[in-house]
T-cell receptor
Framework: NAGVTQTPKFQVLKTGQSMTLQCAQDMNHNSMYWYRQDPGMGLRLIYYSASEGTTDKGEVPNGYNVSRLNKREFSLRLESAAPSQTSVYFC????????????FGPGTRLTVT | AQTVTQSQPEMSVQEAETVTLSCTYDTSESDYYLFWYKQPPSRQMILVIRQEAYKQQNATENRFSVNFQKAAKSFSLKISDSQLGDAAMYFC?????????????FGAGTRLFVKA
């Protein structure tokens, strides 16, 4: 039982390049999330998927797109990376909303130069 | 919109002593959930404790307990008998019990140092 896995763990991009961050969970959770973590700001929600087939914007969605490929996988795409997207990205999953605990992946450190 | 504020960027505690981390939040909702998450140097976020707003009794998990003051919108975390492994970033978080319950609002975090 691996929990939530993310690939890659580290990535360096040049401004304007694109990339996709992959996330998968093996806990049969309905809901999945993408966050970014910046120094002094905690975690901020980028997008979430309440259930398979649905996606919704979070607090900071600009510059990102997501795909809920199936119940297990939820990817985050940067179409044209900008230095402001330098951050640590976390994927998380939970059985549902409200009181449910979120389970987090190990994070991806992305640097855009 | 809801906000979560952690006013202590850093705290320090001696091993075996007790420390309290502060968290205040702002919301107009009557029902919600509050969480404390721990992020050790490995970056892996782990749930420490959870509190339902409709419950008056403060949540407790082993050495971790909360002081939940609903009227004051305060949710502090007390760590008793601190251990070296408690050194980490601690994040306070809010989640609605209503339709917005997929969105978690995190505070900026408090870094806890534990001295041997």
């Amino acid at each position: 039982n691996a929990g939530v896995t993310q690939t890659p763990k580290f990535q360096v991009l040049k401004t304007g390049q694109s990339m996709t961050l992959q996330c998968a969970q093996d806990m049969n959770h309905n809901s999945m999330y993408w966050y970014r973590q910046d120094p002094g700001m905690g975690l901020r929600l980028i997008y979430y998927s309440a259930s398979e087939g649905t996606t919704d914007k979070g607090e900071v969605p600009n510059g990102y797109n997501v795909s809920r490929l199936n119940k297990r996988e939820f990817s985050l795409r940067l179409e044209s990376a900008a230095p402001s997207q330098t951050s640590v990205y976390f994927c998380a999953s939970s059985p549902g909303q409200g009181a449910y605990e979120q389970y987090f992946g190990p994070g991806t450190r992305l640097t855009v130069t | 919109a809801q906000t979560v504020t952690q006013s202590q960027p850093e705290m320090s505690v001696q091993e075996a002593e007790t420390v309290t981390l502060s968290c205040t939040y702002d919301t107009s909702e009557s029902d919600y959930y509050l969480f404390w998450y721990k992020q050790p140097p490995s970056r892996q976020m782990i749930l420490v404790i959870r509190q339902e707003a409709y419950k008056q009794q403060n949540a407790t998990e082993n050495r971790f307990s909360v002081n939940f003051q609903k009227a004051a919108k305060s949710f502090s975390l007390k760590i008793s008998d601190s251990q070296l492994g408690d050194a980490a970033m601690y994040f306070c978080a809010y989640r609605s019990a209503f339709a917005g319950g997929f969105k978690t609002i995190f505070g900026a975090g408090t870094r806890l140092f534990v001295k041997a």
